[in-house]
């Protein structure tokens, strides 16, 4: 009887370090089959990424400078954002014009205000000046409040001020607002549609709808862009970024081409 224990919790062992060995090895198998996985949707990505860029570039090729502007507008009315699905690749190629919006640092109190209260009242946000003060303050360097609560930095010791970066740090503005003033309207306002973080100048040719509406609001000193903020042509016009998904993977890549020189700059990747 002792021996048929032992031989029984013998087999027990075996069994279990058996069992062991196989979820180890099913393990293993699983992390290097993702492994594979992930390293062949960037091998797929890096090829996509260069169709993708020669396939706008073709796009544009014939396209003389002078007629640029229409040749745009007619692109962006019937594919601003284009998807595309390849094998089991989920790709949109998204396509903007450089120097077409607002660089939200270059607000001015005396420029602006005006023009954008009226703005805002459109899409009924009830406190415009809160937001603006919000703006404002953000922007300058010291810590006086426009009104209460206007100066984030006295409330968020962690938070940046002296310019805004990009829209996650604008958000943050948004997001203040809606929470101080229960008034939600502040996200149906086109945000980014006519405003970024970092352009020189705007190029009428290529202005957004948005911008131009914003242009059209009552105030300010004119309805003219060049009383609203500094001009410019641009070098590169369009903007291109093509997004590329799989399952959970995830890629990118940004390039400007220019419809003068018919070539593409600043491409930058994430694989």
Known sequence: ??????????????????????????????????????NKFRVQSAVLMVDGANLVKALMKDVPKSAAPDAFDLLVQSAEELPIRIGDVDMVIRIRANNAKFNINKYERKKHYAKLYAYLLDYEVQRPGYILDMIEDTLDADSDEQQYGSERVLYDPFFVQGSIKDYNQFQKLLDTYAKETKDVNIYKVQWAAWIDFNSGFIDAAYMTVEMLRVLESAGGVSNQL???????????????????????EESIATFDFSFDTKQISNFKAIL
């Open 1 to 38: 009887m002792q021996r048929k224990a032992i031989a029984l919790m013998l087999t027990l062992f075996m069994l279990i370090a058996m069992s062991a060995i196989v979820s180890i090895t099913l393990a293993l198998f699983q992390k290097n089959l993702k492994t594979y996985s992930q």
């Open 226 to 248: 060049e009383d609203f903020t500094d001009t410019g042509t641009n070098s590169s016009e369009l903007n291109c970024e093509l997004y590329f998904r799989q399952d959970q």
